[in-house]
């Protein structure tokens, strides 16, 4: 059992930055591959970035590729998704997820998912 609790979200113009965070229950939390997923209104949820278990490969998709960067700190149990240059595009909902080893680009593969941190850009 694994509970996420994502947080950070907020309005900010097109320009700005935002953090997140996920914070993840348990002992076992080095042993996940860990994501973030978002959702806009009316369309799919589409990757956004992963992070191997130990922190030392990523995947961004590359609608954000050089915009932003997953990390992760394995002694707090927390995964972060820091994000530059926001644009309008990136409004959604920003879900983290948790998967035993490997990371995915398909949010059916994960078993584990925070309740969703809204993020909005202004223009």
């Known amino acids: 059992q694994v509970q996420l609790v994502d947080t950070g979200g907020g309005l900010v113009q097109a320009g700005g930055s935002l953090r997140l965070s996920c914070a993840a229950s348990?002992?076992?939390?080095?042993?996940?591959?860990m994501a973030w997923f978002r959702q806009a209104p009316g369309k799919e949820r589409e990757f956004v970035a992963a992070?191997?278990?130990?922190?030392?490969?990523?995947h961004y998709a590359d609608s954000v590729k050089g915009r932003f960067t997953i990390s992760r700190d394995n002694a707090k149990n927390t995964v972060y998704l820091q994000m530059n240059s926001l644009i309008p595009e990136d409004t959604a909902v920003y879900y983290c997820?948790?998967?035993?080893?490997?990371?995915?680009?398909?949010?059916?593969?994960?078993?584990?998912w925070g309740q969703g941190t809204q993020v909005a850009v202004s223009s």
């Open positions: 348990g002992r076992t939390f080095s042993n996940y591959a």
């Open positions: 992070i191997t278990p130990s922190g030392g490969n990523t």
């Open positions: 997820a948790a998967r035993p080893f490997g990371y995915s680009v398909y949010s059916r593969s994960y078993n584990f």
